[in-house]
């Protein structure tokens, strides 16, 4: 599904070297939901964004063989001085996914209103939340990214978000970042720890919350 190649990414802050992968060989195997677990700086989100392809590593490669979404609710890759419905026709459309049919789901999902039709720059952090996550859901990938997001918006906004996903979770495969143990254990059957630039990995997600309560204690 994707495949990590000594992979290898840095970024450089005031003059020292952060080595958040340090020459990381995985495969994320098809059929598997992964937990990622570790402490605050240690990269997560680096790594997701690597795995999305937003982020590019420094050297080593990514291949993906299969229909990989961006990370859950992302918004970076929406144009800001375009209008909800015009960032959501371009993404359908790079996806090749039916227009009609995608801004018809997020028209209702997102439950924004007349300002589907107005520029995105304008929206409160929660509207903007509600289209990206709308649209998240509105095209069919075969692999979610989730970073720390299953839910946004009030409690009857959150189950709904939650009914949806649920459905996805039925036919796709899972990699998520959470703090929360319940929901790993809720969505994911492996555990990846990130420590020290190393990604320890774990078939059975009880192993991978273990590790991470050792190292975070």
Known sequence: ???LDNVFKYYRTNGHLKVVLDHISLDFMAGRSYGILGVNGAGKSTLMRVLAGTELPNSGSVRRSARISWPLGFSGGL???LTGREN???VSRVYGHDVRRTVNFVEDFAEIGAYIDVPIMTYSSGMLARLAFGLSMAIDFE????DEVTAVGDARFAARCKQE???RKKRSDI???SHNMDTLKEYCNRGLVLAGGRLHLFPNIDDAIELYKKINS
């Open 175 to 177: 990699i998520m970042i």
């Open 88 to 90: 959501i026709v371009f």
């Open 165 to 167: 996903f649920d459905k």
């Open 143 to 146: 692999c979610y990214l989730i």
């Open 79 to 81: 144009h800001p001085r």
């Open 1 to 3: 599904m994707i495949q």
